[in-house]
């Protein structure tokens, strides 16, 4: 048995964005054989008592306050020495909110208390780990090679001046990301195109990329166990993000009201965190704003299809695992599912240009059987690569490499 720190900068629990779920899905699998510490910040008082429900056998939490939510008074504070520190280190303000250094004591003592033999950081923020456990094999989880999306990020900002802000704070995390990458000798990418990709950068010369094994609970998604509505779409994610941002404006602006065009009575549920603005902006006619849910499964089971109109991001789509799980025919942009493996025309059907995404969701709505035939496929897909069978062994393969890139380091 191993014993494996697992450190999040804000708790995955309640489930309510993508990392969340993978990093649940992770605990998962290595605690069927190993000992896993989560220690991660929550932001209030209800979040630090959830998590507490949270530990069980070979699972335990050791969690904190954000500092700069003790009080109306420190989140003052810590915005303004913030960006303080920011405008004389470069240091991104998200980093210093991430990893404080009161976070950073809690994680280097509780690896020396808990005699920890792995540390699995998330993600790039976390870059000062190393100089702190330097005798603990570490690995840097990242979910999104962020410099590769910076550029398209900045490019999709209209006004000048925003440009401006958005291109200087993009070099800012993109130097913290690098600054991470350097320091630490094991890299995990969750997919093993982004795996490829990171090797292939002259400056990972003598650094181990690894892909992040992922896994899902088929167990938890059964179809059956609903009813699909007619003329019903489904958009999921976290808005606050703003590759998901674009993705809705996406949708509502160019691409649902040409639905309604050729089926008045489509109904487009978004469901998740942050929506709001774009809402206000956009025509919200038969638009239905659920907002941030406990379970996803019934919005799954009861959708007609799954849009997911990405128009840039990196890393993995945990919402599609689990669209597939609940043989969800999806209708995406091709970076929507990028690396993932998907057979575009069998496991989901892909478009770009707002004409032809509309058309094809379109197509789905009209041909039931022609859909449930493409969530069956999305299922046997989902199945084969990422059922929790056998995810254990995968995981002990990991583990395994990890702990040999240090050897050879300490060599």
Known sequence: MVNILIALSYAPFPVR????????????????????VLVTMHLDVEAGRHLERIERENVSIRSMLAPHRRSVAHRFFYKAKNLCRAALTGIPPGVLYAAPPPYLDLIERTARDERIDLVIAFYWHLADLPRRI????????????????????????????????????????????????????????????????????????????????????????????????????????????????????????????????????????????????VLVESDARNVRYTGVVDDIRPHLGACSLMALPLRFGGGVRIRMMEAAAMAVPVVSTPRGVAGMGLVAGRDYLEALEPERMAETIVHLLENPDAAAGI??????????????????????????DVERSFSKRRI
């Open 375 to 400: 969530g069956s496929n999305a299922r046997r897909w989902v199945e084969e690569h990422y059922a929790m069978a056998g995810y254990s062994e995968r995981l002990d393969a990991l583990i395994a």
């Open 134 to 277: 330097p005798d603990v094999p570490l690995a840097l989880a990242t979910m999104d090679l962020d410099y590769l999306v910076h550029p398209e990020r900045v490019r999709r900002i209209r006004s000048p001046l925003r440009r401006a802000v958005a291109r200087i704070d993009c070099r800012m995390r993109e130097r913290a990301e690098w600054t991470a990458y350097g320091r630490y000798r094991t890299i995990l990418a969750v997919t093993g195109a982004d795996a490829s990709r990171l090797r292939g950068e002259r400056a990972m010369a003598g650094k181990t990329v690894l892909t992040l094994p992922l896994a899902i609970d088929l167990g938890r998604y059964d179809p059956s166990a609903f009813t699909r509505e007619e003329d019903r779409l489904l958009m999921l994610g976290a808005f606050d993000s703003d590759f998901n941002r674009d993705a809705l404006s996406f949708m509502l602006r160019d691409v649902f009201p040409l639905v309604l065009r050729r089926r008045p009575g489509a109904v487009l549920e978004i469901v998740g965190q942050g929506a709001g603005p």
């Open 17 to 36: 964005r993508g990392i969340d779920r993978l990093v649940e899905n992770l605990i998962e699998g290595l605690a069927a054989r190993h000992r896993v």
